[in-house]
């Protein structure tokens, strides 16, 4: 009897010692959760620059910073920049409304299995360039013409383009030019991407 009280103490002890003495399971490498996709943090420069003839009038670079997912086709929410002033227009009656003027930006990219980037924006950039005379009515009929007076309304300038580019790192492209119809002015475009180290 005293040797079966210590062949299952025994048995016992072993049974409780077995899982401590197995040799460890290697440790699983970090596995992302399912649906995450890795990203590549690069930044855009945008420089739109309006020349006039020959003559550069004006040159305004723009810088975004993008997580862009290592994909094929897009994923997630744009990187938005929104910049500029609200300038007042008369709508007549001592009433005014209010138009956003400046330059808006909505970007994305991709970093594609070539190891290239594809970079989708959407540009808009407005500006005042002069204003028009418009006449206020005459509240009394007996006021002379000249004293009703003029109110100055602004002449808005507007230029939009969606694109989407393939661009190595580092490269520089001169995306888009356009020519204003009524001041003959040009519009030029120029993109470059690099990888944020």
């Known amino acids: 009897m005293k040797t079966s009280a210590i062949h299952v103490a025994s048995v016992l002890l072993l049974g409780m010692l077995l899982p401590v ?10 596995e992302k959760p399912k649906g995450e996709v890795s990203t590549t943090p690069v930044k855009a420069l945008i420089v ?22 290592d994909a094929s086709d897009w994923r997630g929410p744009a990187t938005k920049l929104r910049v500029g002033s609200r300038v007042p227009v008369y709508t007549g009656k001592d009433q005014f409304s209010y138009f956003d003027v400046g330059t808006n930006i909505d970007a994305r990219a991709v970093h594609t299995p070539e190891g290239r980037f594809l970079l989708g924006l959407g540009l808009e950039r407005s500006w005042v360039e002069g204003d028009v005379a418009i006449p206020v009515t005459k509240t009394d009929p007996a006021q002379p013409e000249a004293a009703a007076g003029h109110f100055r309304e602004p002449v808005v300038r507007q230029f939009r383009c969606d694109l989407e580019l393939k661009l190595r790192e580092g490269q520089v492209m001169e995306s888009t030019m356009a020519t204003d119809p009524l001041s003959g002015k040009v519009m030029k475009v120029e993109v470059s ?5």
């Open 21 to 30: 003495c197995r040799a460890q399971d290697k440790p699983k490498p970090e």
């Open 48 to 69: 739109f620059t309006e020349y006039d003839g020959d003559r550069k009038i004006k040159s305004l670079p723009y810088t975004l910073y993008i997580n862009a997912p």
């Open 193 to 197: 991407l690099s990888i944020v180290k």
